[in-house]
């Protein structure tokens, strides 16, 4: 998405039933990794199924300013000729990461124990975002960083000539944090260790794993201990991204609020810590069925089927679920509208420092329409008024978060009267498809 990019108000209003296919795109999360990882190894990477949003697009950019050779082949195929662990140049320009909080957060740790100096930036929302949380492990190795005002983007990074491996707890539930210590630890000699105490999405600790690296996983009492043996030679892979889960969540979502939606939403990853919303969804009262459970790549993956859900209850959402659904609760409060009773959703500060503050987002683009939200630091509650009770008829801000945005076009196709977005332009950072794919299920969204 453009930093600056003439904003697209949408609109969204009930129509029939949703029926048919939702071929998702890539997983977004696997997308990037593939790329970063990919100008790490040394010799040829093939991608196929890539996420072509703008926020993978502006990490593939990125990857080709630090030197490695990135290629579109078309139909979601790329291929990435890499540098090597440590062998990142340093870049002629600025690196801007548009609206992405992964992007720039692994390519800081990636490039943190190289030789060279960047500088990051990115659009309004990304450079409100804290990076604190990435440059204070960072430096542990060596790395220096010099940002605005509490840690923010534009920030200059100079990486550390003479890198040591480090031991890090990461305090906050965050699998970019993670990422970028484990990142900047390939590139420094001896053994780095991270610990999370809650696990969150280990993309990064597999595919290490499958580009050659030394790296076990152990749980213990002090939580999850992840050791990886630095300066190893990365080993190019060819990638098949799985479909992302986090976007299934919307069709998923519409079809079960939806009067008559039958929805199938083919092979899409069940990694257990990504796949939180489906579980509560099911608590919830949903009729979602996983057909053809298989596994695929060292993944379970399955055929996901959403129906039309008359009788959904609110639930209380089980805090130790949170990092395996964190993207997903935005549009689990547009359900839980449409429940009877409340949902709980507690433990989940981390919704505040998202594309947006979340909380925030959602509770008063729903309050708009005619549900009751209350909030705190680190929960919320939405009080459902059940199936063909939503008022709706609002306009909301979407605080350029494509999940906001995607979000109210869900409520939208179901409350009485249509939900409009301030822009839905932010859509194309993660699911550029999202509009002609649920247009074709059946959906009425227009631009306004
Ligand atoms: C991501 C981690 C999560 C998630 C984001 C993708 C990743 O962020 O919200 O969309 O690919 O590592 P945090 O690490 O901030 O929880």
């Not at 990882?37 to 697009?57: F, H, K, N, P, W």
């Not at 009729?287 to 639930?315: C, H, M, Q, W």
């Not at 301030?422 to 859509?427: S, T």
Request: charged residues 20%; hydrophobic residues 40%; aromatic residues 4%.
């Amino acid at each position: 998405m453009s930093a600056h990019g003439t904003p697209i108000p949408m609109m969204s209003e009930a129509a029939g039933p949703l029926t048919g296919t939702a071929d998702v795109p890539g997983d977004k999360s696997i997308s990037h990794r593939s790329l970063i990882l990919g100008a790490m190894a040394v010799g040829e990477t093939r991608i196929s199924g890539l996420l072509e949003g703008q926020d993978v697009l502006d990490t593939a950019k990125a990857m080709q300013a630090f030197g490695a050779d990135v290629e579109n082949l078309g139909d979601g195929n790329w291929r990435v000729h890499g540098v090597g662990v440590g062998g990142f140049a340093e870049p002629g320009n600025v690196i801007d990461c548009g609206n992405s909080g992964t992007g720039v957060r692994l390519i800081m740790g990636a490039m943190a124990t190289c030789p060279i100096t960047a500088t990051f930036t990115g659009d309004a929302s990304l450079n409100k975002r804290p990076m604190a949380r990435v440059t204070d492990p960072l430096a542990l190795f060596g790395t220096q960083a010099v940002g605005r005002e509490g840690g923010r983007l534009p920030m200059t990074i100079v990486g550390a000539k003479d890198p040591v491996p480090v031991r890090y707890t990461v305090p906050v539930p965050s699998a970019q944090v993670k990422s970028a210590v484990l990142l900047a630890g390939l590139n420094a000699p001896g053994q780095t260790v991270v610990i999370e105490k809650e696990a969150t999405r280990d993309h990064t600790e597999r595919m290490l794993a499958g580009f050659g690296a030394t790296i076990t996983v152990e749980d213990t009492d002090e939580g999850r201990v992840i050791t990886l043996t630095g300066q190893p030679e990365l080993v190019p892979q060819t990638i098949v991204v799985p479909r992302d889960p986090s976007s299934a969540a919307f069709p998923v979502c519409a079809a079960l609020i939806v009067p008559g939606s039958d929805v199938l939403v083919p092979n899409i990853g069940l990694n257990p810590t990504r796949a939180g919303l489906f579980e509560t969804l099911r608590e919830m009262g949903a009729d979602l069925t996983y057909e053809n459970p298989r596994e695929e790549g060292g993944e379970p993956v399955a055929d996901l089927r959403a129906k039309f859900s008359p009788d959904l209850k609110g639930i209380e959402v089980p805090p130790e679920r949170a990092a395996s659904m964190i993207d997903e609760y935005p549009v689990l409060s547009v359900v839980a509208a449409f429940a009877e009773g409340q949902t709980v959703m507690r433990g989940v500060k981390e919704l505040r420092v998202k594309e947006s503050d979340r909380i925030e987002a959602m509770a008063t683009g729903l309050r708009a329409n005619g549900i009751e939200v209350e909030d705190g630091e680190d929960w919320w509650i939405v009080t459902g008024r059940g199936h063909g009770k939503v008022p709706g008829g609002a306009t909301v801000e979407t605080h350029l978060d494509h999940r906001i945005a995607m979000s109210f076009l869900c409520l939208g196709m179901a409350s009485d009267a249509p939900v409009t977005l301030d822009d839905g332009q932010p859509i194309a950072t993660s699911f550029p498809i999202f509009e002609p794919l649920m247009t074709t299920l059946g959906a009425r969204i227009r631009r306004v």
